[in-house]
C-alpha cells in the first residue's frame, strides 16, 4: 500500500505562515494546528492518493523560553514565560497533540541567557539611521538557538526509510540541512518531495529532491 509520511519544520511553516495566510490570526492556536493538518491532506489531493495514504505528519518544534533576564539597558527583568509568543507557543503544541495522525517532536531551545542585537539594527547603524546611543531595550532579542530539531528530522527519515514504513516523504522546509537525509532516503528508492511553500529554493537542492511541491496560497 501507498504510504506519504509529512514532515513539518515548525519554525519554518510558523514564518511563511504569516505570509501565506495573511487573512487569518496568526496567534490563533487551534487554526494553525489545523492548517497543518489540512496542508497534509492537500499534500495527498495533488499526488493523487487517497486520504487514508497518510501514514502520519511530524511536527518538530521547540518549546518556548521561560526564563527570566535582565534587560540590557534598562536594567529590567523579564520573565519570558508570561509573553504571548511563550503562551502561543504551549497552545499550538497542545493543540497539534490532539491532531489525529500528528506527532510532534520537540527539539530545545540554547539561549545563553544573553542579549543580541536584532539583526535590522545593525543595518540601521551602519547606515546611521541609528546612533549607538540610542539604543534601548527594544532594540535587542534574546541570544538563543533551536538544538536538535534538524537531528531529529535526520532521524525520522531514516527511520521510515530503512524500516520501509513508506514509499513517500514530503518535507516542508526551506533550507538544505535535509541533504544528507534525503540522498538515503531517495538511495533506498523513496520518492522524496519538498514543500517550501512557495520560497524560493537553491538551485543545486533541485537535485537531491524528486520533486518540488507547494500547495499553500501563492503570497503575492
Known amino acids: 500500500m501507498q504510504r506519504t509520511a509529512i514532515l513539518v519544520d515548525g519554525a519554518f511553516f510558523l514564518a511563511r505562515y ?8 496568526p496567534n490563533d492556536a487551534r487554526t494553525v494546528a489545523k492548517t497543518v493538518f489540512g496542508m497534509a491532506l492537500e499534500h495527498l489531493k495533488a499526488l493523487d492518493r487517497p486520504r ?16 527570566t533576564l535582565t534587560k540590557p539597558i534598562s536594567g529590567e527583568t523579564f520573565d519570558f514565560a508570561r509573553t504571548n509568543a511563550a503562551g502561543f507557543r504551549r497552545d499550538l503544541h497542545d493543540q497539534l497533540r490532539r491532531q489525529r495522525k500528528l506527532a510532534l517532536r520537540l527539539g530545545r531551545l540554547a539561549d545563553r541567557g544573553e542579549w543580541q542585537l536584532k539583526r535590522n539594527v545593525y543595518q540601521q547603524l551602519h547606515d546611521a539611521e541609528l546612533e549607538w546611543e540610542d539604543l534601548n531595550d527594544e532594540h535587542f532579542e534574546p541570544d538563543m ?16 526509510t530503512h524500516k520501509k514504513l513508506v514509499d513517500q516523504i514530503i518535507l516542508v ?14 538511495y533506498e528508492g523513496i520518492d522524496f518531495i ?9 538551485p543545486d537542492l533541485h537535485e537531491h529532491i524528486d520533486g518540488l511541491q507547494s500547495v499553500c496560497p501563492r503570497p503575492f
Open 18 to 25: 504569516r505570509k501565506v495566510w495573511a487573512d487569518r490570526d
Open 145 to 160: 538557538r533551536q538544538t536538535q530539531v534538524d537531528m531529529k528530522i535526520g532521524i525520522d527519515i531514516a527511520t521510515l
Open 194 to 202: 519538498l514543500d517550501p511553500m512557495w520560497q524560493g529554493i537553491a
Open 173 to 186: 522546509a526551506g533550507d538544505g540541512d535535509f541533504i544528507p537525509a534525503a540522498k538515503l532516503a531517495r
Open 52 to 67: 487514508d495514504a497518510l501514514y502520519r505528519i511530524f511536527f518538530y518544534d521547540c518549546p518556548p523560553l521561560e526564563k
